[in-house]
Antibody, heavy 118, light 112 residues
Framework: EVQLVESGGGLVQPGGSLRLSCAAS????????VHWVRQAPGKGLVWVSR????????NYADSVKGRFTISRDNAKNTVYLQMNSLRAEDTAVYYC???????????WGQGTLVTVSS | QSALTQPASVSGSPGQSITISCTGT?????????VSWYQQHPGKAPQLMIY???NRPSGISNRFSGSKSGNTASLTISGLQAEDEADYYC????????????FGGGTKLTVL
């Protein structure tokens, strides 16, 4: 069974940092790209970042570029999202998701809440 | 990049059919056959319902169908059921210097 489990969310002050983890199981992890998508309270889905299976090729939304870093450890079947210089507008539930070959996310984690507030 | 445009809400009675539109540009929907649709119930993670414009993942009811014409994609749900009441989001791959994927703003489906 394919599973993705996020962790690492919590309350952080503006300007602070947080690292999210996405632990995967049930599939050949290194063969799949992984996306991060966030959803602010009461709002819609917003794409954040993506990493290829090779651990090298990445991309970011303009709103997080230069502040967030995505990485993965294929030996640990885990993707990370390092979030620095956090702002109030980064407050959201962060989901990780496995990408299929058609730019879709076919499996999603349950999400982890990040709250940026003083 | 701007989000894809969806109606804020649609409604229908049980057994009826509804269609949700999703309008983009030639840089996203119009340029690729990579439109997806997701269903999200309150407090839950999204679930993939349609990928590559009109393909259903395994386990998704054939009451859900997708199509595309030009820069606009559509999701049709036939034989509406109470459990279809949820938020629906479209997404598309986008040819942008930065982003990979753009989502629509979401549509709240109410089953009357």
């Amino acid at each position: 069974e394919v599973q993705l489990v996020e962790s690492g969310g919590g309350l952080v002050q503006p300007g602070g940092s947080l690292r999210l983890s996405c632990a995967a199981s049930g599939f050949i992890f290194s063969s799949y790209w992984v996306h991060w998508v966030r959803q602010a309270p009461g709002k819609g889905l917003v794409w954040v970042s993506r990493i290829n299976g090779d651990e090298i090729n990445t991309n970011y939304a303009d709103s997080v570029k230069g502040r967030f870093t995505i990485s993965r450890d294929n030996a640990k079947n885990t993707v990370y999202l390092q979030m620095n210089s956090l702002r109030a507008e980064d407050t959201a539930v962060y989901y990780c998701g496995r990408a299929n070959s058609a730019w879709s996310i076919d499996y999603w984690g349950q999400g982890t809440l990040v709250t940026v507030s003083s | 990049q701007s989000a894809l445009t969806q109606p804020a809400s649609v409604s229908g009675s049980p057994g009826q059919s509804i269609t949700i539109s999703c309008t983009g540009t030639s840089s996203d929907i119009g340029g690729y056959n990579y439109v997806s649709w997701y269903q999200q119930h309150p407090g839950k993670a999204p679930q993939l319902m349609i990928y590559a414009v009109s393909n259903r993942p395994s386990g998704i009811s054939n009451r859900f169908s997708g199509s595309k014409s030009g820069n606009t994609a559509s999701l049709t749900i036939s034989g509406l059921q109470a459990e279809d009441e949820a938020d629906y989001y479209c997404s598309s791959h986008i040819s942008s210097g930065t982003s990979d994927v753009v989502f629509g703003g979401g549509t709240k489906l109410t089953v009357l």
